[in-house]
């Protein structure tokens, strides 16, 4: 079936520092893939998303690239910031039938120190 | 804010007991879906409606049960609670298919004693 891993966490960096949180996919076809943001008390939220091999999604400093040939969307930001800290869901969607429900990873927990 | 509205927020009850657990999706949009967050299992899909009808089902128990009515709100029914149901229960909106996009909201806090 249809599964995401991404790495685990908790990821701890300093203000500035350069984030990647890797994440890679298990999918017949072509799917969607998407990165989720859940900030602490919130429910999740949409950081990016990308529909097709090669495709670049990003958002607020993030980016993340499809690539098909490693199976992979990893998340990126050049320099991080204390308002960051959160806990980062990769995630997929096959919508089969009118379902677009989607396939989550298990989060990354990053925390941004000052 | 989303505009997707979850009640209640923090719910504690016992074992044994049924609690039911209810969403507003945002204005105009058709799908509702809810998702089980814990700790081991991270965010599973419970399952999905799609303007009023069950379009979708993941690994939901048979103790769980779900609608959605004519004004699409929908709720999620949890009975013969175990403390294993301890968990976040989200419930997440979309307008459109096959797009991938939800919206989701706060979460309801289901604590069992």
């Known amino acids: 079936g249809n599964s995401v891993t991404q790495m685990e966490g908790p990821v701890t960096l300093s203000e500035e520092a350069f984030l990647t949180i890797n994440c890679t996919y298990t999918?017949?076809?072509?799917?969607?893939l998407f990165w989720y943001v859940q900030y602490p008390g919130e429910g999740l939220q949409l950081l990016l998303k990308?529909?097709?091999?090669?495709d670049k999604g990003s958002n607020k400093g993030f980016e993340a690239t499809y690539r098909k040939e490693t199976t992979s969307f990893h998340l990126e930001k050049g320099s991080v910031q204390v308002s960051d800290s959160a806990v980062y869901f990769c995630?997929?969607?096959?919508?089969?039938?009118?379902?677009?429900?989607?396939?989550f990873g298990k989060g990354t927990k990053l925390t941004v120190n000052p | 804010d989303s505009g997707v509205t979850q009640t209640p927020k923090h719910l504690i009850t016992a074992t044994g007991q049924r609690v039911t657990l209810r969403c507003s999706p945002r204005?105009?949009?058709?799908?509702v879906y809810w998702y089980q967050q814990s700790l081991d299992q991270g965010l599973q899909f419970l399952i999905q409606?799609?303007?009023?009808?069950?379009?979708a089902k993941g690994n939901i128990l048979e103790r769980f049960s779900a609608q959605q009515f004519p004004d699409l709100h929908s709720e999620l029914n949890l009975s013969s609670l175990e403390l294993g149901d301890s968990a976040l229960y989200f419930c997440?909106?979309?307008?459109?298919?096959?797009?991938?996009?939800?919206?989701f909201g706060e979460g309801s806090r289901l604590t069992v004693l």
């Open positions: 999918a017949t076809g072509y799917p969607s």
């Open positions: 409606y799609y303007n009023g009808e069950e379009r």
């Open positions: 995630a997929l969607s096959k919508g089969r039938g009118g379902s677009e429900k989607l396939v």
């Open positions: 204005s105009g949009d058709l799908s």
């Open positions: 990308a529909t097709k091999a090669d």
């Open positions: 997440a909106s979309s307008p459109r298919t096959n797009t991938g996009e939800l919206f």
